[in-house]
């Protein structure tokens, strides 16, 4: 067999050479090799299934290098491994011409896929890679993401029945950030913790198009809420992100404020027993600074305490439209209380905090200063006496 694609490798006119039901392990590759070279009317090749292994494909990518035909090839359900990715790696370092590569099932592993990666770093043209089930890990998840940064070509990076926790997510963000037709992305109850937003939350800051993003039950945590609130701070189009069931405590209100921020239709906001702390609070009271549309919140059962009430209190001293806020059932004392006062003293507003729900707190009689503004509202106040602590 190698004596054919010796001897036809300078020939120019045959286009095509059949060598189906021979049991040489090269000839699938000599036959289209010869094609490759040859015919310069095909521009796609199916190539899935034929037992095509890593040594072999040496002879497929010296004809692969310069076609300049060929957008479309399959090599899915082959044996191509680390060896036969580095001979089509080197390939696609200068190929021009090819869109869509499917090496899906083909044992690459981390070590190929970082060859590959490096190779796709400053590839223009391929806007589709199918890399399913190649026993891909973090690691090799790391390798793309890292290369693909700068990418703004690849649209669909498949990398389904990969063993790597962040593969999904790695799919996700580089789909997310040059897809532009792209507004619904759901990663719903994927094991990738962090790595569910490492990624995404970096690269889909630019996009412009999506409008909902689900990101419920994926043990996203702090910092991973964090990194989502950072790089949705600039975006002006997302109105759903779901945080459903993550451990992270500040995955809540992060959802709530790019919500609030963005969807100018919704005028209630229910975040009850949503495990919200002092510093969660933080990323929703910015947001309420200029909102202009929410009317009433309900932050009853949660962990907030005196500063997380003064974060909230400082950010509605100039808000237009809140009427109801339930803060039922916390930790706040007295110096929490207080900006709720000054809130109410100062907002000339109609209705501000008409009904400001304050029962189960653990304040105490409120001075006079602080009591006579707060009386002029419709509030639900439960106070304690001294004696209670007796």
Do not use: W
Not at 112 to 141: C, F, P, S
Request: net charge neutral; hydrophobic share 35%.
């Amino acid at each position: 067999m190698q004596y054919l694609h010796d001897t036809f490798k300078e020939n120019k006119t045959l286009i095509k050479l059949n060598l189906e039901e021979n049991p040489g392990s090269y000839c699938t590759v000599v036959s289209a090799a010869i094609q490759m070279y040859n015919d310069k009317t095909i521009t796609k090749m199916d190539l899935h299934g034929k037992s095509i292994g890593g040594i072999t494909m040496k002879v497929l990518t010296d004809a692969l290098i310069n076609n300049e035909t060929i957008i479309d090839l399959d090599l899915s359900k082959n044996k191509i491994g680390i060896i036969g990715t580095k001979y089509l790696s080197d390939v696609l370092q200068t190929n021009q011409t090819l869109i869509k590569l499917d090496l899906s099932q083909n044992k690459i592993g981390d070590i190929g896929i970082k060859d590959l990666a490096g190779a796709l770093k400053d590839n223009k043209v391929l806007t589709i890679l199918e890399l399913a089930y190649n026993k891909i890990r973090n690691n090799g998840a790391q390798y793309l993401n890292d290369a693909l940064k700068e990418n703004k070509t690849l649209i669909k990076l498949n990398l389904e029945g990969n063993p790597g926790s962040c593969c999904t997510t790695v799919s996700a963000a580089i789909q997310i950030r040059n897809d532009k037709t792209l507004i619904k992305l759901n990663l719903e109850e994927n094991p990738g913790s962090y790595c569910t937003t490492m990624s995404a939350a970096i690269q889909i800051r630019n996009n412009k198009v999506l409008t909902i993003l689900e990101l419920s039950y994926n043990q996203i945590g702090n910092n991973g809420a964090q990194d989502l609130y950072d790089a949705f701070k600039e975006n002006k189009t997302l109105i759903k992100l779901n945080l459903k069931g993550n451990p992270g405590s500040y995955c809540a209100t992060v959802s709530a404020a790019i919500q609030i921020r963005n969807d100018k239709t919704i005028t209630e906001l229910n975040l009850q027993e949503n495990n919200i702390s002092d510093t969660g609070i933080r990323y929703l009271a910015d947001m309420l600074r200029n909102n202009e549309t929410i009317t009433s919140i309900d932050l009853s059962k949660n962990k907030i305490k005196d500063i997380g009430a003064k974060y909230l209190g400082d950010a509605l001293q100039n808000n237009k439209t809140l009427t109801t806020l339930s803060l039922q059932s916390h930790q706040i004392g007295d110096i929490g209380a207080q900006p709720f006062a000054v809130a109410l003293q100062n907002n000339k507003v109609t209705n501000f905090l008409s009904h400001l729900i304050l029962t189960n707190l653990d304040c105490y009689m409120l001075d006079t200063q602080r009591i006579e503004p707060l009386q002029q509202q419709s509030i639900d106040q439960t106070t304690r006496s001294f004696e209670d602590e007796r």
